[in-house]
C-alpha cells in the first residue's frame, strides 16, 4: 500500500491550495487519515486529521479556520483545502494514513512521500 499526494506548488500569500491524497496497491481499508507537514528546521507536526468514516476532525491551532480536511469515502481519497495561506505554511505536506490491508488482515500505517508547499509574499 502507497499513499500518492498531489496539489502542492507555490501561491502567494492569501491565496489557496487543496492538497489530495489516496492509497494505491492493495486494497485499504481506512481508520483514520491525517496531514502531517515539516518545515525547514523544525519538527513535523499535525496540521489535520479526519477519523469515524469523516464524521470527525481534528485541527491544529494554526489551520483552526483556514484549512478544511475533507475524505471521499466512495475514492478512499482525503483531501486538505488550504485557504489564506501564510508565509509560515510554507512546508512538506505529508498524508498519513492508519488501517487494514484487506488482504493480510493486519493492520498498517502508512505515509506518502510529501508535496511540497510554498507560499511567497
Known amino acids: 500500500v502507497q499513499l500518492v499526494e498531489s496539489g502542492g506548488g507555490l501561491v502567494q500569500a492569501g491565496g489557496s491550495l487543496r492538497l489530495s491524497c489516496a492509497p494505491s496497491g492493495s486494497t485499504f481499508s481506512i481508520n483514520a487519515m491525517a496531514w502531517y507537514r515539516q518545515a525547514p528546521g523544525k519538527q513535523r507536526e499535525l496540521v489535520a486529521a479526519?477519523?469515524?468514516?469523516?464524521?470527525?476532525?481534528n485541527y491544529a491551532d494554526s489551520a483552526k479556520g483556514r484549512f478544511t480536511v475533507s475524505r471521499d469515502n466512495a475514492k478512499n481519497t482525503m483531501y486538505l483545502q488550504m485557504n489564506s495561506l501564510k508565509r509560515e505554511d510554507t512546508a512538506v505536506y505529508y498524508c498519513n494514513a492508519g488501517g487494514i490491508v484487506i488482504r493480510t488482515g493486519r493492520y498498517l500505517e502508512v505515509w506518502g512521500q510529501g508535496t511540497q508547499v510554498t507560499v511567497s509574499s
Open positions: 479526519i477519523h469515524n468514516g469523516g464524521r470527525t476532525t
